[in-house]
């Protein structure tokens, strides 16, 4: 039996509210590590940086500069992840934590419903 109009929007808000709770709750998390070992926020800023550098290098079609900033970005996401340890976090303590890992609360994984 197929959901009506209804039914399929009442689960989506669902979704929503869903990722919403996971994106809030992350920020609460970034706000504590950011402000309890500032080099983290700092490797994060970076790597922000460097995905809109590589992005231009690409876009100019300067390979060699694309892959030495994304060798750059990949130390900085080990340099992160090195920081979290060692300040007694989880390596993916700065990652969304969703309730279906396998949809990321979107209720689809690629074109098909997520079995959640």
Same mark, same amino acid.
């Given at each position: 039996m197929a959901l009506t109009r209804e039914q399929y929007n009442r689960i989506m808000r669902v979704y929503d509210e869903r990722r919403m709770q996971a994106d809030?709750?992350?920020?609460?998390?970034?706000?504590?590590?950011?402000?309890?070992?500032?080099?983290?926020? /700092?490797?994060?800023? !970076?790597?922000?940086?460097n995905a809109l550098k590589e992005t231009r290098a690409l876009l100019s079609g300067d390979r060699g500069q694309a892959g030495a900033i994304h060798q750059e970005t990949l130390r900085l996401i080990d340099e992160k992840r090195e920081l979290l340890l060692s300040h007694g976090y989880d390596a993916?303590?700065? /990652?969304?934590?969703? !309730?279906c890992s396998i949809c990321r609360d979107t209720g689809y994984v690629g074109s098909e419903k997520c079995s959640c």
């Open positions: 809030a709750e992350l920020e609460k998390r970034k706000a504590e590590v950011y402000a309890a070992v500032p080099a983290i926020d /700092e490797c994060s800023r !970076q790597i922000a940086d993916d303590y700065l /990652e969304p934590r969703y !309730q």
